[in-house]
């Protein structure tokens, strides 16, 4: 009777163990069914560029931020077109790029589909300068793709675009209170009203 | 009435016989146990009126011979058993069967006595499983937290990784089940994946006993050890549930032990758990909350001289991650640090939304062991583990369901080990070792993988010796020798890897000649010899007063993410840049314990020192501008750096019911080579606890506890300064002051009641936070965006079967 019991044990002792080491192998083999090539993807999400596009009539001003190479690597390169002219009011638009794919990607649709969920805010340092959103989210917030830009007197100064991921909709128009997580903040100096 | 008369009669004469037999009667018996009808060997069977002993052969049966009619009181006792008393009234030969019940908690009281320190010169503390149990619904980092000089580094409230001396992550080794845990171990929000529930005992090695496990300890050990089961035939086992006021949830966890008196034993377990979103006094924590699905299983044989054991444990884990601590720059940052609260409170939810971190580890070994005659112990052991981390943020484009981070590391070890104890006064332990680990940052993520594909290839050998100088004195010295390899692949920004780094001209053999668009890849290659050693001295007195003395050297080699990182990390709002310039970091390490054990009255007061060359730190070294705006850039780099301060522990029983407990540890941490304070360093606390236990009432003890950090006032000052263009003014970004004074009051009560003959239920009822005091700790990773947690109501209920 008892040495039936201890081979029972024995036998069911080799059977755990040969079940964990078919475990074992089981483990191994997908770890090793790794292929070791460079597989991996790009930044998707990446924003590369930013051109800000003001126009009224024949007078179009672009405001273009451009960074190739994303986080690190180089700075980004700001460029503005021209001057903008006094007491004018331009319609904006907001074009947003991923130019590390080819063609590249145009992420303003991707915030055309979640326009709910991101806000753009605008500000500036040149006296009597006024952006106003013009857009509307599905919810009647504003979202700031298209925008109405006012000069006023000559002067220089500096513009900057902000993009909110999540931020409280509707807010205060000021992207400090409104939270969220940045996407895009940029700003472009020496912007000139003439 | 007859029939009355006529029994009275018989049993009349019937004692007129016996009492002619004149002290003639046996009284035998046999003694078995109450669940599973086993036989007990060896137990005490003692009648106390007549002062007479016995006790029980192999087959559970005693005899006592000679006796007299009358009343007998019979004590019986086994090892890990109740002491059963009864009274028997003899009035001819007898023979009568007796069950012994054992518990549990009777089994782990042996266990506990039984276990021993990892070394005999080591210089440890130690968790029981009463006291881990008060942490079933928490984490390992938590139930440390309570032993002095122990903190954690956490990222909210559920990922929690453990401090010794202010040193963490790839600078402790954990050892669960004596396996080396490789789980991503490296990151400052990476916590171990580790069930408390599953434990026995948890030992903490602060001094230098630590070679056993690895060359790298520098900042210490921390063992999980599972329990040694008596070897006899029994079923038992245990449910605890937990059910908390604050973030209303809990856990349940199940064990259940079967052992056989060959020597085989088998314990399944498995543990529940789930939260929805904690709060901190004034608001909700949104999305704080967690979900964890633990399992393991041990089956072994244990004889003497040969035995084998097999575990294997499953956790995943699922922590939600503060959504305030999603931001996108500094600006955001300066946000965060400048308003009280954070920027999200919605009401209370269970959902786990973004950012969130999934983790799943399996743990698997077997290992045997066999006494060869005239050499020794001979074990090998062979372990693989398997962690997969999944890191989620909110993302663009319905990309948030698509994993940020998704890392996959394996890992497998083959190790012997051969205990020589027949040498008069010398134990020798010999050990030898090969590991191979392999990363796979899985594609698909659509982002740059933080930390890259990479091969690992380790070997190791060592021998540590044990010396008995004389019957006070014990001496022990190690030295081990690792070799270690890391081939891996990963792709560069090429103005960083020619410009930003130089790395063109100082790793040019690591460039594998392809380049894609804005990107390089390489292949980078190290090698790492690291020798390290050990030396300890116990010497003990009189009254139980033990010394201890312990000198470690460690080497360490940099880790991946010190080697490689290289990204923006939402939480922190700055760039990790990891360097290949990064070299190893050596360790010497001092330590000295005066100990007193006791239960009346005992102590520990252990000083220590480290000095450390070539610390690896993350520290801040400027901003840079992205199309997100500014970020901090931080970067690893290497300084010389000590260590030094004191724990210390008291316990006195103060009155037959009531008994104290303090704590208090002091540290210092300076930065050599810039002369300024090191950073990231736990601050001064001290405990006080005041227990009173009353066993005679069913078990019932009211603790009540008391614990301050004090506001560290040296701090290394990284603060900065950062244009918001907003404002069009110089901002001011304070990361570095850290929070002010806390203190905390806890209470705990518990009582335990019999259920039937062979069960108990013990209730528990705790209150953390008792006065709901809101506030910061510094090092928790959170902590510029919302307050610790407030009060909390806690319910426990074990069961023993």
Known sequence: MKTSNINTNKMKTLRLIALFFVATLAFSSCADSDDHDDDHDHEEELITTVTY?????????????????????????????????????????????????????????????????????????ITGLSIEKTDEDEDGNPVGLETSLTTGTAGSGSITVILKHEPSKPNDGTSASAGGSTDVEVTFNNVTVQ | MIKRFLALLLVFFSFATLKAQECKLTFKGKITDFHDNSSLFGASVHIKNLNRYAATDANGLFEFKNLCVGKLTIEIKHIACDTKLVTINLTQSTTKEFFLEHHLNELNEVVVKSTSKTEITSI???????????????????????????????????????????????????????????????GD????????????????????????????????????????????????????????????????????????????????????????????????????????????????????????????????????????????????????????????????????????????????????????????????????????????DLRRGNRSETPVIDLRLFTNTLQTNLEVAHLNNLKLDFGALVRYQQNDAVAGTGTNPLIPDFDRY?????????????????????????????????????????????????????????????????????????????????????????????????????????????????????????????NKEVANKFAVSLEKVGSDFGFSVSPYFKHINGFIQLIPVGITTTIRGAFPVWEYNQINAQIFGIDIDVNKQIHKNFAYNGSLSLLQGDNLTED??????????????????????????????????????????????????????????????????????????????????RNNLKVEFNIDNIFNVAYRENLNRLRYFADELGRNFNLKIKYNY
Request: charged share 20%.
């Open chain 2, 189 to 392: 929000e990476h916590a171990p994946n580790i069930d408390i529930n599953a434990s026995e005992q948890i030992a903490v090695v602060k001094g230098a006993n630590t070679l056993k496990y690895g060359s790298d300890a520098i900042g210490g050990l921390i063992i999980i050890k599972p329990k040694k089961y008596v070897v006899k035939d029994s079923l038992f086992g245990s449910t605890i549930t937990s059910f908390n006021s604050n973030g209303l949830g809990g856990n349940v966890n199940s064990e259940i032990v079967k052992t056989y008196k060959s020597g085989f034993y088998t314990k399944l377990q498995a543990n529940y758990k789930q939260f929805g979103d904690f709060r901190a006094p004034d608001y909700y924590l949104t999305n704080s909350g967690l979900k964890s699905i633990n399992t393991s299983l041990r089956i072994g044989y244990n004889t003497y001289e040969k035995g084998f054991n097999a575990f294997y444990s499953f956790v995943n884990n699922e922590f939600a991650i503060l959504q305030s601590s999603h931001i996108g720059n500094v600006n955001d940052l300066v946000n965060a640090i400048n308003s009280q609260q954070p920027r999200v409170t919605d009401p209370f939810s269970y959902d786990i939304t973004f950012p969130k971190q999934q983790i799943t580890h399996h743990l698997a070994k077997i290992e045997g062991y066999k006494r060869i005659k005239n050499l020794g112990k001979l074990t090998v052991q062979y372990d693989l583990q398997l962690n997969r981390r999944k890191e989620f």
């Open chain 2, 676 to 757: 300024i304070p090191l950073i990231h360093m736990p601050f001064t606390n001290f405990t006080n606890s005041i227990t009173y236990t009353n066993p005679k009432l069913n078990q019932l003890t009211i603790q009540l506890n008391q614990k301050t950090v004090f506001q560290q006032n040296r701090f290394p000052d990284y603060n900065f300064n950062t244009f918001n263009a907003i404002t069009q003014s110089q901002v001011f970004v304070d990361i570095s002051s850290t929070p002010p004074t806390y203190s905390l009051f806890n209470l705990q009560t518990s009582a335990t009641f019999k259920t039937s003959k």
């Open chain 2, 458 to 582: 380790e070997a190791g050998l060592f021998t540590i010796s044990n010396y008995t100088l004389n019957e006070n004195t014990e001496l022990s010295a190690g030295i081990r020798y690792d070799f270690s390899k890391i081939d891996a692949r990963k792709r560069y920004n090429i103005t960083d890897w020619n410009e930003t780094f130089n790395y063109d001209e100082l790793f040019p053999e690591f460039e594998t000649g392809v380049e894609n668009g804005t990107r390089i890849s390489t292949n980078p290659k190290f090698t790492f010899h690291n020798w390290s050693a050990s030396l300890g001295l116990i010497k003990r007195f009189d009254n139980n007063i033990n010394f201890l003395a312990n000198y470690g050297l460690a080497s360490r080699m940099p880790n991946p993410s010190e080697l490689f990182s290289d990204g923006l990390h939402h939480s922190a709002a700055r760039i990790e840049t990891g360097l290949l310039t990064i």
């Open chain 2, 124 to 186: 440890e503390q130690s968790l029981k499983k009463k006291s881990i149990e008060n942490f079933t619904d928490k984490s390992l980092g938590d139930a440390l937290n309570t032993l002095s000089g122990i903190s954690s580094l956490n990222t909210g409230n559920s990922i929690v990784k453990p401090m010794i001396h202010g040193l963490h992550s790839s600078r402790l080794l954990i050892i669960n089940n004596n396996v080396r845990m490789f789980d991503q171990e490296w």
């Open chain 1, 53 to 125: 596009t003001l126009t009224n009539g024949s007078d179009v001003v672009t405001l273009k931020f451009q960074d190739l190479d994303g986080e690190g690597g180089q700075e980004g390169i700001t460029t503005i077109s021209g001057p903008l002219t006094a007491n004018t009011m331009y319609t904006g638009s907001i074009k947003l790029l991923n130019e590390t794919e080819s063609p590249a990607e145009d992420i303003t649709e991707e915030i055309e589909e979640e326009d709910d969920e991101h806000e753009f805010f605008f500000a500036s340092s």
